[in-house]
């Protein structure tokens, strides 16, 4: 009898030993393989982690492993694979402030590649989550940073009114806005006034020429119908005044669209460069 303990006693020994020398293994690695991430071998580290998720039969390091990774398919660049890494890293998680953090790096994900919709319908999800009802002024944080990516700098300012530390953000995203051209007004006044839409646009020369192309082509159609000569002046009004009438219409639309372009690109190339707070 007393043999069996010793042998039963030995057996759990040796398991117990082996087990903190797994624990010991698997936590040199997930350091390793932080520090590869940490010196931006983004590749050598997802590798790593990955060794370490398949090892980890106790999941000690599943959310952040997952997290990690997910990080580093991000600054790879590698959008739908961080998500999927973020949302594992998610599932791992133990505590409501976890979760909330990888819907958060999901979220920034989603306003990088552009898939506004998706991450304007998780920050709805989480503002009506009562786990969260101390985090609304992050999730207005990043619904404001959700319609600067869509190009809606209204949307954008009034989202980053609603925190409480923003008020950088609010003011830049006004003025943004107040520096783009309406493209429905720039089309409307075109079709009153041939060239108002290009000069509103801030094509002064090209609106000029335009008005005085419509004003020859149309004096010259009118003067063509007064002296009898139908034909002339349903060829000159087809071909010549309706093309250069259309044109202005059409070139309006196109310098408003190219204008508030330039204004968004000089003003995300701003938030790029220049802005110090936190980006997606």
Same mark, same amino acid.
């Given at each position: 009898?007393?043999?069996?303990?010793?042998?039963?006693?030995?057996?759990?020994?040796?398991?117990?030993?082996?087990?903190?020398?797994?624990?010991?293994?698997?936590?040199?690695?997930?350091?390793?393989?932080?520090?590869?991430?940490?010196?931006?071998?983004?590749?050598?580290?997802?590798?790593?982690?990955?060794?370490?998720?398949?090892?980890?039969?106790?999941? *000690?390091?599943?959310?952040?492993?997952?997290?990690?990774?997910?990080?580093?398919?991000?600054?790879?660049?590698?959008?739908?694979?961080?998500?999927?890494?973020?949302?594992?890293?998610?599932?791992?998680?133990?505590?409501?402030?976890?979760?909330?953090?990888?819907?958060? !790096?999901?979220?920034?994900?989603?306003?990088?590649?552009? *898939?506004? $919709?998706?991450?304007?319908?998780?920050?709805?999800?989480?503002?009506?989550?009562?786990?969260?009802? !101390?985090?609304?002024?992050?999730?207005?944080?990043?619904?404001?940073?959700?319609?600067?990516?869509? $190009? $809606?700098?209204?949307?954008?300012? !009034?989202?980053?009114?609603? *925190?409480?530390?923003?008020?950088?953000?609010?003011?830049?995203?006004?003025?943004?806005?107040?520096?783009?051209?309406?493209?429905?007004?720039? *089309?409307?006044?075109?079709?009153?006034?041939?060239?108002?839409?290009?000069?509103?646009?801030?094509?002064?020369?090209?609106?000029?020429?335009?008005?005085?192309? !419509?004003?020859?082509?149309?004096?010259?159609?009118?003067?063509?119908?007064?002296?009898?000569?139908?034909? $002339?002046?349903?060829?000159?009004?087809?071909?010549?005044?309706?093309?250069?009438?259309?044109?202005?219409?059409?070139?309006?639309?196109?310098?408003?669209?190219?204008?508030?372009?330039?204004?968004?690109?000089?003003?995300?190339?701003?938030?790029?460069?220049?802005?110090?707070?936190?980006?997606?």
């Amino acid at each position: 009898m007393q043999n069996n303990k010793k042998i039963f006693f030995t057996i759990f020994l040796i398991i117990f030993c082996n087990g903190l020398k797994a624990q010991d293994a698997l936590k040199t690695q997930f350091n390793f393989a932080k520090t590869l991430y940490e010196n931006e071998k983004y590749f050598d580290a997802i590798t790593e982690l990955k060794r370490l998720i398949f090892f980890d039969s106790s999941k *000690t390091y599943f959310y952040e492993a997952n997290k990690i990774i997910g990080d580093c398919y991000k600054m790879g660049g590698k959008f739908s694979e961080a998500i999927l890494y973020y949302a594992n890293s998610e599932n791992a998680a133990i505590s409501d402030s976890e979760i909330f953090d990888e819907r958060i !790096n999901q979220i920034r994900v989603n306003i990088l590649r552009r *898939t506004t $919709d998706r991450a304007l319908m998780m920050l709805d999800s989480l503002s009506s989550d009562k786990r969260f009802l !101390n985090k609304i002024n992050c999730i207005n944080y990043w619904k404001g940073w959700s319609y600067i990516f869509s $190009d $809606d700098w209204e949307k954008a300012a !009034n989202a980053f009114a609603k *925190t409480d530390s923003s008020s950088k953000l609010v003011a830049f995203c006004k003025e943004v806005h107040s520096k783009k051209y309406s493209i429905s007004f720039a *089309t409307l006044i075109s079709h009153f006034i041939p060239g108002a839409g290009q000069i509103y646009a801030g094509h002064i020369w090209s609106g000029l020429l335009s008005l005085g192309w !419509n004003v020859l082509w149309g004096y010259t159609s009118i003067n063509a119908f007064i002296d009898n000569r139908i034909f $002339d002046g349903i060829i000159v009004s087809d071909l010549l005044w309706l093309r250069f009438y259309i044109g202005n219409i059409q070139n309006a639309e196109k310098f408003s669209k190219e204008e508030n372009l330039s204004i968004t690109n000089s003003a995300l190339h701003f938030l790029q460069f220049e802005y110090r707070g936190v980006k997606p």
